[in-house]
């Protein structure tokens, strides 16, 4: 059983264009994390976020702790921003995650 | 550089051959754990660990034991793998707490014949 869903599971955007994946939790959590993995596999952690909205760059993302969902958006989207997008939940002291959002950006 | 060590990088063995995959994390953080990612069921959480010699189950810890002896290693051992186990595996570390950024290990792709 997956605590943590994301939509969509696959996304194909131009480059320009505003995106958006999907995270919602089933779980009382403190704080939700974004991951960003890129092919060749390396993970980096994007944001960590426990109320309201966080931005870097392109990214912005947003969590409603009492609805139990997340979102992370990316402005103005450029091949570079292919990559699978995870979120993750810490549940006590184990993290649950996303099966992930693969992105891929077409010039 | 702030970063987490994971060794080797690719592995290939056979059913049986006890193998260790090493960590090693160079920022003092207390908590650290292991993850495997399968195609399909993302990335779950095999062990982690709240600081040395306090080591606990994650989600799917069968066949994987783990040692936190010093603060700045946290090894994976499989002492008999199983083709089952042939997966991309993951090591992160961080400050107490689960409100903390992670930051990961460059994995290790393991195959079991």
């Known amino acids: 059983k997956n605590e943590v869903e994301q939509s969509p599971q696959n996304l194909t955007a131009q480059e320009g264009e505003f995106i958006t994946i999907n995270c919602s939790y089933s779980v009382g959590i403190s704080a939700l994390h974004w991951l960003q993995q890129h092919p060749g596999g390396g993970i980096v952690s994007l944001f960590m976020l426990s109320s309201g909205k966080k931005k870097h760059g392109r990214l912005i993302a947003t969590i409603n702790i009492q609805e139990k969902h997340s979102s992370l958006h990316i402005t103005a989207s450029h091949p570079r921003d292919s990559a699978v997008y995870i979120c993750?939940?810490?549940?006590?002291?184990?993290?649950?995650f996303g099966t992930g959002t693969s992105l891929t950006v077409i010039p | 550089e702030a970063q987490v060590t994971q060794n080797p990088r690719y592995l290939i063995t056979v059913t049986g051959k006890k193998l260790t995959v090493t960590c090693s994390q160079n920022m003092n953080h207390e908590y650290m754990s292991w993850y495997r990612q399968d195609p399909g069921l993302g990335l779950r959480q095999i062990y982690y660990s709240m600081n040395v010699e306090v080591t606990d189950k994650g989600d799917v810890p069968e066949g994987y034991k783990v040692s936190r002896k010093e603060k700045r290693n946290f090894p994976l051992i499989l002492e008999s793998p199983s083709p089952n186990q042939t997966s991309l595996y993951f090591c992160?570390?961080?400050?107490?707490?689960?409100?903390?950024?992670?930051?990961f290990g460059s994995g290790t792709q393991l195959s079991v014949l």
């Open positions: 993750a939940v810490p549940t006590g002291n184990q993290f649950y």
């Open positions: 992160a570390s961080s400050s107490i707490g689960q409100s903390e950024k992670l930051f």
